[in-house]
């Protein structure tokens, strides 16, 4: 199995930056797709950024020129950078990814457990 944990949620003021991170662990030989999904209070969980194996990223257009994803396959983790934050980006965030085990040939979805982010007006 895998797991996936982020790290680095907190409270911030509007204007100001986090960065949030995700670490999979598991009996993993291969991870494909990485992203950072988000779920508001009364809100549906909705799509942040994805970054592919090759490193091609994709944005929601909210986020878009104020977050950045990145990856570090060495390192299996995935981060998000969160510049210029606004009130309305406070929410719970989640790292998904597909990845494979040793002793499968195909790649699962996972999550991680979701962190905290607050941006204060």
């Known amino acids: 199995q895998v797991q996936l944990v982020e790290s680095g949620g907190g409270l911030v003021q509007a204007g100001g930056s986090l960065r949030l991170s995700c670490t999979a662990s598991g009996s993993i030989f291969r991870i494909g797709n990485m992203a950072w999904y988000r779920q508001a209070p009364g809100k549906q969980r909705e799509l942040v950024a994805t970054?592919?194996?090759?490193?091609?990223?994709n944005y929601i257009d909210s986020v878009k020129g104020r977050f950045t994803i990145f990856r570090d396959n060495a390192k299996k983790m995935v981060y998000l950078q969160m510049n210029s934050l606004k009130p309305e980006d406070t929410a719970v965030y989640y790292c998904?990814?597909?990845?494979?085990?040793?002793?499968?040939?195909?790649?699962?979805?996972?999550w991680g457990q979701g962190i905290q982010v607050t941006v204060s007006s």
């Open positions: 970054i592919t194996s090759g490193a091609i990223t």
């Open positions: 998904n990814a597909d990845a494979g085990v040793f002793g499968t040939f195909t790649l699962t979805n996972y």
